[in-house]
């Protein structure tokens, strides 16, 4: 009995060693693909009036998870603020629990939230996107947007354009058929395709036979435009509070009023837009008045130095947190064009004074905004040199020409 004892304990012994020899002498990521589990996703993107509750209910998932990520997530990026069209994702594992959520907050912004073996953390990451630089140009035909075309991120590229040349140029009223634009752009690939068009690194635009430049150019951190000469485009004032627009009344001395039928001064400038249209404010100030009054309807009127004050009438809605007293920056939000007060359709009615008395904003001459210090002229000048040279040699696509062949940023 003691022999089948012994005999039992060395082949027991004998096992195990074997079995160590054979885990030993096994390659590690075959071991680790044993161990693996098996995961699955769900994706897709957020749907009109869908919250994160109704995903998980959809498909079979646990709502004590649900409750997890949303405390995990709290203090970086609440769940409740899902919109309509963003990306998620949900990797489960094969005992369907969570693993990961990523949901695009934006562009150049994700959420993730992993599952930890100390319970799910939050976190926000930065989109890194492949910058490849593009050269962009072509003619006006009507308009900027129609221009440069509103498909393959041309409208924010004609929005981001306008913006550079907002204190020289009233895309509204100034730009003329055959006028000339070109750009040098940031493009943003991911994974190889096309995402976005980022900053426009410099830009030119020939209005009316007029030459207008603006390069971009960092300062203390902080990036810029500054024409030829090295002094900023920004200027007191914009040209104008609103993009794209037709301006359907000029400021007159004797207009014949649509409504009342009768010959009065129009001390202001009407731009027809569609109710609802953004409206900015045309330089740094203070609100003095946000409110109803009378034939304006919903007004807001900033003060600005020197005497200077603006009116924004006939607004639909006061844009959230202008009041009496607010400091406002120049190009900020101040309200949304409507027909309130005395008015026959939506338009925004802008007015400018100077020490309460009337002043044509189409005739007021604004000198040049700060130039580039002194001392980093030199490498400013480099700069826009190399630029220049660029320009002179690369060919510009035009974005809205398909007929043209012209190769579009693949999607």
């Known amino acids: 009995m003691k022999k089948v004892y012994i005999a039992t304990i060395m082949l027991a012994a004998f096992i195990t060693l074997s079995s160590f020899h054979f885990i030993k002498n096994t390659p590690h990521d075959v071991l680790q693909a044993a161990k693996a589990p098996e995961y699955r996703e769900i994706a897709g993107k957020i749907k009109t009036g869908e ?3 109704d995903i998980f209910k959809k498909y ?18 609440k769940l409740r603020h899902l919109y309509p069209g963003q990306p998620y994702k949900i990797v489960l594992d094969d005992n369907n629990r969570i693993n990961s959520f990523s949901y695009w907050i934006n562009d150049d912004t994700v959420l993730n939230i992993n599952n930890t073996n100390e319970g799910f953390y939050a976190e926000k990451t930065v989109v890194q996107y492949e910058k490849r630089i593009e050269y962009i140009g072509g003619t006006i035909k009507d308009n900027l947007v129609t221009s440069i075309g509103n498909e393959n991120g041309g409208l924010l590229l004609a929005l981001q354009l306008s913006d550079i040349f907002a204190w020289d140029i009233d ?19 991911l994974d190889g395709n096309f995402k976005k068009y980022g900053n426009i690194v410099a830009a030119e635009f020939i209005n009316n036979g007029q030459t207008f430049q603006a390069y971009r150019y960092e300062i203390n951190g ?26 359907s009344s000029f400021f007159s001395q004797g207009r014949k009023h649509p409504i009342l039928k009768i010959y009065r001064p129009h001390h202001g400038l009407d731009y027809a837009a569609p109710t609802g249209t953004p409206v900015s404010v045309s330089g740094d100030g203070q609100v003095s008045f946000a409110g109803r009054k009378g034939q304006y309807g919903k007004l807001v009127v900033v003060e600005h130095r020197n005497g200077y004050k603006t009116y924004y009438g006939h607004l639909s809605k006061i844009a959230k947190g202008i009041k009496t007293g607010r400091q406002m920056e120049q190009g900020q939000l101040i309200g949304y064009v409507g027909s309130t007060g005395l008015a026959t359709g939506p338009h925004l009615h802008y007015e400018m004074r100077i020490n309460n008395k009337p002043l044509n904003p189409l005739s007021l001459k604004i000198s040049q905004g700060k130039a580039v210090p002194e001392k980093m002229m030199a490498d400013f ?25 012209v190769p579009l940023p693949s999607q």
């Open 51 to 53: 919250t994160l509750f």
């Open 60 to 77: 079979k998932l646990e709502a004590r998870e649900l409750f997890q990520m949303k405390e995990a997530s709290a203090n970086v990026h």
């Open 381 to 405: 000048i480099r700069h826009r040199d190399g630029i220049n040279n660029k320009f002179a040699a690369s060919k510009f696509k035009n974005i809205a020409l398909a007929k043209n062949n």
């Open 222 to 247: 902080k990036a810029d435009y500054y024409n030829e000469e090295g002094k900023s485009v920004k200027k007191a004032f914009l040209k104008a509070p609103l993009n794209f627009r037709r301006i």
């Open 171 to 189: 895309f509204t009223t100034d730009i003329r058929n055959n006028d000339i634009y070109k750009m040098v752009v940031e493009s943003l690939y």
